[in-house]
């Protein structure tokens, strides 16, 4: 059966309108996040330039909370503690015109900050479209401005969500984006080479994991793909996972890699090798060969030159930097953490859960007859007969 031009026209215009409504959702749940961040600024700044102008106190603030409620009943949003909040939020940032690109140029760098990174921090002003939520966050875990900008920069390109930012915050994401040893100067060009050292980080903290020693690299890796959703976000963004254990053929011998990631930025492969304790060098030699495979089986014209990252529990810095100048493939070599199991004999000393509870439980409330049979078991006759019979003689 034929299908009807107008039947199939329409079925295109409706899908167009559909596109058109959901992008305009979007945007509109994007402005007025926009337009409620700049009320609560605005208000902060009220209240701030009231307080120095007149010399009130914090004294205001409960007031004005519980007169708001008063006059706007059904708004959300305006408690003490929140009012506060916007105080602070405009005390942390007074000027908006620092979110702009050529402010946020003149912050200081964070560690591991390219440049490309930092002029693209914003596009018109970063301040309102980060959620309150957020805001509150990084206002009451970060003191440093750059610090905060860093992880709005990142909440933005990355879609954190409030618990998410809480945990990067917590494993200090910032002081480890861009810090593995890397021979990425040397042999991709410029800007791939910034782009792919700020991909990678040092350490790694996969505390999702617990491990028990001994555990072997395989073990390790299969942890890490049952936990892939949380392995993913901890490598960062960009990251699609291609396969593991895969199977290479070289010279018809079998060769297989750990792990294997397409790097959507970076518009590469990215193989990964899982290391159980020290770095040596032999592993350099070993993902070299990797990445030479890679290259020839794998990749399409297209597609950048692969990646490799070595991952090992300890690695020595000049080892790995000498390591890597000898090597002709981009490698990165990097650190992870992981969540330690206690030991059996630890294990069998500790309460369990249930006796925790007991512990920590009120005492069952007393029957009649138990309250009647204690009362009668310490009377004030009985006790003084007891201490009689316990007091020394002299």
């Known amino acids: 059966m034929i299908k009807s031009p107008v039947r199939a026209g329409f079925a295109a215009l409706l899908r167009d309108i559909k596109t058109r409504i ?37 004294a205001v603030i409960p007031r004005l909370a519980r007169d708001l409620r008063n006059e706007l009943p059904e708004e959300k949003g305006f408690s003490e503690r929140n009012i506060g909040r916007m105080i602070a939020f405009y005390r942390a940032y007074p000027r ?43 206002m009451d875990k970060l003191a440093e401005t750059a610090t905060r900008f860093w992880y709005m920069q990142q909440t933005l390109a990355n879609g954190w969500s409030r618990n998410v930012l809480l945990a990067m915050i917590q494993s200090q994401a910032h002081r480890r984006q861009g810090k593995a040893v890397t021979n990425f100067e040397r042999l991709l060009p410029s800007p791939q080479s910034d782009l792919a050292r700020q991909a990678l980080k040092d350490p790694y903290i996969f505390d999702f994991l617990t491990m028990e020693e001994p555990f072997h690299e395989r073990e390790l890796e299969t942890n890490l793909l049952r936990q892939l959703e949380k392995f993913l976000l901890e490598l960062g ?37 899982l290391k159980k304790g020290q770095f040596k060098p032999e592993y350099a030699g070993k993902m070299n060969f990797y990445l030479s495979a890679v290259d020839d089986k794998l990749r399409h014209d297209a597609d950048n030159p692969s990646i490799g990252l070595i991952l090992c529990q300890d690695r020595n810095q000049i080892v790995a930097e000498y390591t890597l100048r000898g090597t002709n493939k981009p490698i990165g070599i990097s650190e992870y953490e992981l969540t330690r199991a206690l030991p059996a004999s630890f294990r069998s000393a500790l309460p369990t859960v249930e006796e925790i509870e007991a512990e920590l439980s009120p005492p069952a409330p007393e029957s009649p007859e138990e309250s009647r049979s204690r009362r009668k078991t310490l009377s004030p006759k009985r006790t003084r007969r007891i201490g009689k019979k316990l007091r020394p003689r002299k």
């Not at 961040?37 to 700044?45: E, F, K, P, S, V």
């Not at 290479?248 to 930025?265: A, M, N, P, Q, W």
């Open 96 to 138: 908006p015109s620092d979110f702009l690109p050529q402010a946020v140029a003149k912050l200081p760098a964070l560690p591991g900050a390219s440049q490309a990174s930092e002029s693209a921090m914003a596009a018109g002003s970063l301040l309102w479209e980060i959620p309150w939520g957020h805001h509150a966050l990084l």
């Open 22 to 58: 959901q992008a305009a959702q979007t945007r509109a749940v994007f402005a007025a996040n926009a337009e409620l961040i700049r009320l609560y600024w605005d208000i902060g700044r009220l209240i701030n330039d009231r307080q120095q102008r007149e010399g009130w106190g914090a």
């Open 237 to 273: 963004q960009g990251f699609a996972f291609v396969g593991r254990q895969l199977h290479l053929d070289v010279g018809e011998s079998d060769f297989y890699i750990d792990l294997l990631f397409y790097h959507l930025k970076l518009r590469c492969f990215v193989v990964i090798d």
